[in-house]
């Protein structure tokens, strides 16, 4: 069970480490960066049942990152662990807001979106491509290149 848990907070953190690191070799950090003092950073992390991720990928490359951009949703990176179970079934994304009550608006907004509600439907034809989701809201400390 602390394996369980242990592995649930690190394979996310060390993806989203890797991703910042790989990040700043790839694009300018500025990119990222806040623009206003209540800028909050959101790590969620899906699950997807056994055999589904690449439909989750295929999901988000080509509606849910276009869907959240309308939505003054940021996205910051989108990653999948390189270890086993998470890299069979786990997604993990950053999106920046620029305030916690933001964040609440935009995902009202978009789980409200008449697109967003005829992908899901359309994507989960089959069967559900997501079985649990996790949420973070996270500030970044002073030390951190995204600010």
């Given at each position: 069970m602390f394996k369980s848990r242990l592995g649930r907070v690190l394979v996310p953190?060390?993806?989203l480490a890797v991703g910042i690191a790989i990040g700043?070799?790839?694009?300018?950090?500025?990119?990222?960066?806040?623009?206003?003092?209540?800028q909050v950073y959101e790590l969620r992390t899906y699950t997807a049942p056994e055999g589904k991720l690449?439909?989750?990928?295929?999901r988000f490359?080509?509606?849910?990152?276009?869907?959240?951009?309308?939505?003054?949703?940021?996205?910051?990176?989108?990653?999948?662990?390189?270890?086993?179970?998470?890299?069979?079934?786990t997604l993990?994304?950053?999106?920046?807001?620029?305030?916690?009550?933001?964040?609440?608006k935009n995902w009202d907004e978009f789980r409200n979106d008449p697109e967003w509600k005829k992908v899901v439907a359309e994507t989960e034809a089959n069967g559900k491509?997501?079985?649990k989701v996790e949420s973070v809201f996270l500030n970044p400390l002073d030390f951190s290149a995204l600010k």
């Open positions: 953190a060390a993806t700043s070799f790839v694009s300018p950090l500025s990119t990222v960066q806040a623009q206003s003092a209540g690449k439909a989750l990928e295929a490359r080509d509606d849910t990152v276009r869907i959240f951009n309308r939505h003054n949703m940021k996205s910051v990176g989108y990653f999948t662990p390189q270890d086993a179970p998470g890299s069979s079934n993990v994304y950053l999106l920046a807001h620029p305030s916690r009550d933001a964040a609440k491509i997501v079985e």
